[in-house]
């Protein structure tokens, strides 16, 4: 079966820290660009961070210098580690494949996303 697992999502304090995975079955990660994306209930989904084929990162000016994305290709997973978290970056967390981090995701490359919450 061909899918995306994400996980670690959860409930942290502000300036707190949480490191996202994202495994695929089913096929190989490493023949795609992998994006993290967030969406916050009623508002549009949008990327914050994505790797190349090549381990090339790309981040949302929001995210810069707070969150890291890497992929290991061994455990075929990809992974989003997120520090100095702000309550603005409270949303549903999904992980998705693309042709490349220009493009969008197909509607059959997502996970089915994970929380996080950042709240006192």
């Known amino acids: 079966q061909v899918q995306l697992v994400e996980s670690g999502g959860g409930l942290v304090q502000p300036g707190g820290s949480l490191r996202l995975s994202c495994a695929a079955s089913g096929f190989t990660l490493d023949g795609y660009a992998v994006g993290w994306f967030r969406q916050v209930s009623g508002e549009r989904r949008g990327q914050v961070s994505c790797?190349?084929?090549?381990?090339?990162?790309h981040y949302a000016d929001s995210v810069k210098a707070r969150f890291t994305i890497s992929r290991d290709n061994a455990k075929n997973s990809v992974y989003l580690q997120m520090i100095s978290l702000k309550p603005e970056d409270t949303a549903i967390y999904y992980c998705?494949?693309?042709?490349?981090?220009?493009?969008?995701?197909?509607?059959?490359?997502w996970g089915q996303g994970t929380q996080v919450t950042v709240s006192s």
């Open positions: 790797i190349t084929t090549s381990n090339v990162p």
């Open positions: 998705a494949t693309m042709v490349d981090c220009k493009s969008w995701p197909s509607f059959n490359s």
